[in-house]
């Protein structure tokens, strides 16, 4: 299951860089993009900080925080014998790696550099690609965790998920 929880963390990291990518490139002129009204729409701002800009004068701690995230989830999925696991986990990882990566290597510098946002939530909040597979993969593990499902399934019990969780119901 290791392996799907990189293929997974991959897709996640192209489909965030690609997306911020085309965002640079549409929308660097000030531009919005409106997708639903004022509830979705779309406009590029450069965030420091952590959701809602938190701790903008601190962004090497937010760099150390994603590269300790990266290296706990991937010490957790060697362990990973569930598919419902490995799906939730490979979203956490990509999302921590495409903001690690942002961390250090986007301006204004080396593990100071500004996470790319696009996605304007009814000017609530604006995120991007990654932050949508933290939020999904982050609620997939607190549905497993009240639901009972383990990481490894237990010698002679089935490995099907579905079959796993439906037992606790």
Same mark, same amino acid.
């Given at each position: /299951?290791?392996?799907?929880?990189?293929?997974? &963390?991959a897709?996640?990291?192209? &489909?965030?860089?690609?997306?911020?990518?085309?965002?640079?490139?549409?929308?660097s002129?000030?531009? +919005? =993009?409106?997708?639903?009204?004022?509830?979705?729409?779309? %406009?590029?701002?450069?965030? !420091?900080?952590?959701?809602?800009?938190?701790?903008s004068?601190?962004?090497? =701690?937010?760099?150390?925080?994603?590269?300790? $995230?990266?290296?706990?989830?991937?010490?957790?999925?060697?362990?990973? *014998?569930?598919? &419902?696991?490995?799906? $939730?986990?490979?979203?956490?990882l990509?999302? &921590?790696? *495409?903001?690690?990566?942002? %961390?250090?290597?986007?301006?204004?510098?080396?593990?100071?550099?500004?996470v790319?946002?696009?996605?304007?939530y009814?000017?609530?909040?604006?995120?991007?690609?990654?932050? =949508?597979?933290?939020?999904?993969?982050?609620?997939? =593990? /607190?549905?497993?965790?009240? %639901?009972?499902? !383990?990481?490894?399934? +237990? !010698?002679?019990?089935?490995?099907?998920?579905?079959?796993?969780?439906? #037992?606790? #119901?």
């Amino acid at each position: /299951m290791f392996r799907a929880v990189v293929l997974i &963390a991959a897709v996640v990291l192209a &489909a965030d860089q690609l997306t911020k990518y085309w965002a640079e490139s549409a929308l660097s002129g000030g531009q +919005t =993009i409106t997708v639903l009204g004022d509830l979705l729409q779309l %406009r590029l701002v450069y965030n !420091p900080g952590a959701a809602f800009s938190i701790g903008s004068a601190y962004t090497w =701690i937010f760099a150390v925080f994603a590269a300790a $995230a990266v290296v706990a989830v991937t010490v957790v999925a060697w362990r990973v *014998t569930s598919r &419902a696991w490995a799906v $939730a986990l490979g979203l956490v990882l990509g999302g &921590a790696v *495409t903001h690690l990566l942002d %961390r250090l290597f986007r301006e204004p510098g080396f593990a100071r550099g500004h996470v790319v946002d696009f996605i304007d939530y009814a000017g609530f909040f604006v995120g991007n690609v990654a932050d =949508i597979a933290l939020v999904v993969g982050v609620g997939i =593990i /607190m549905l497993l965790n009240v %639901r009972g499902i !383990p990481l490894r399934a +237990t !010698p002679g019990e089935s490995r099907s998920d579905e079959q796993v969780s439906s #037992s606790g #119901s």
